[in-house]
Nanobody, 125 residues
Framework: VQLQAFGGGLVQAGGSLRLSCATSGFTLDYYAIGWFRQAPGKEREGVSCISASGGITYYVDSVKGRFAISRDNAKNTVYLQMNSVKPEDTAVYYC???????????????????WGQGTLVTVSS
């Protein structure tokens, strides 16, 4: 099982970035995928998650209306479109996969079994 997050980089405030999570070694159709981030000195937080069916999505309040999660099971890839980014979005972003997700806890790190390495997003002011 592998997840690889990529697409991070340096972006100016107000700009856009698209993160991708490429998966392999398992059937993506059966897994919820979450995007999490961790800034220096802070706990890892759930940013956006999507259920296995794609019918349920979650966004942390701070990114609602700015970020959009989507999945393309045929390409084994999940995306996080980040628009109108802010300096406070600066963090290492991780993607994770979980099969036995309690939907009310979809943003909890404990729900996810497999994690990819992170990709750094830096937003300059």
């Amino acid at each position: 099982v592998q997840l690889q997050a990529f697409g991070g980089g340096l972006v100016q405030a107000g700009g856009s970035l698209r993160l991708s999570c490429a998966t392999s070694g398992f059937t993506l159709d059966y897994y919820a995928i979450g995007w999490f981030r961790q800034a220096p000195g802070k706990e890892r937080e759930g940013v956006s998650c999507i259920s296995a069916s794609g019918g349920i999505t979650y966004y942390v309040d701070s990114v609602k209306g700015r970020f959009a999660i989507s999945r393309d099971n045929a390409k084994n890839t999940v995306y996080l479109q980040m628009n109108s980014v802010k300096p406070e979005d600066t963090a290492v972003y991780y993607c994770a996969a979980g099969q036995r997700i309690i939907l009310s806890a979809i943003a909890a790190t404990s729900m996810y079994d497999y994690w990819g390495q992170g990709t750094l997003v830096t937003v300059s002011s």
